[in-house]
């Protein structure tokens, strides 16, 4: 009986799906978990810690937690992989000069046991400044098609605007279940 409660419970969709939001520091992270929020730009200070929202898409419930990407607080990620079903990586897209780092950082939460199971949505942020690096470039650069044991997709987009993010979720919902 609490079987088939469960399974008609999961078909109402309002089991929580537990999304990690990491990125180098000024990449855009909490402006993008409060435009999913409030659909609207909320001014941020650099995140020490994390922010914690629950964002719900098509009654698909997701549990967000924005972790800081300054350099001193990268080493504490791994604290907030447990049970994650979802990597959300923001890469500036006009900060070239640390895209080594981010590739770093993304190879090394790839690698990580509690991530084994998690999709990896990128999101190219910032497409709207001249000189941008495309989404291409980016998957390029961080070798996107290597990845074989991670479902991925890589989506541009510009976090004070909006646009772009919610492709980017629909590809998560499309993510539920499949794996």
């Given amino acids: ?71 001193s607080l990268r080493s504490s990620w791994n604290t907030y992989y447990s049970n994650t079903e979802f990597i959300i990586l923001v890469v500036d897209s006009i900060d070239r000069e640390r895209l080594s780092i981010t590739k770093e950082e993304l190879y090394r939460m790839l690698a990580h046991e509690d991530l084994r199971k998690a999709a990896v949505l990128i999101f190219a942020n910032k497409q709207d400044m001249k000189g941008c690096m495309t989404a291409a470039e980016i998957s390029t650069y961080l070798t996107l098609s290597s990845i074989k044991d991670h479902p991925w997709h890589i989506q541009s987009c510009c976090a004070l605007t909006g646009e772009g993010l919610c492709q980017g979720l629909e590809w998560m919902t499309s993510r539920i279940g499949v794996r």
């Fill in 1 to 71: 009986m609490g079987l088939v409660f469960a399974k008609l419970w999961s078909l109402f969709g309002n089991q929580e799906h537990k999304v990690i939001i990491v990125g180098l520091d000024n990449a855009g992270k909490t402006t993008i978990l409060y435009q999913f929020l409030m659909n609207e730009v909320v001014h941020t200070s650099p995140t020490i810690g994390s922010n914690v929202e629950e964002i719900v898409v098509k009654n698909t419930h997701f549990l967000m937690w924005d972790i800081g990407g300054q350099e």
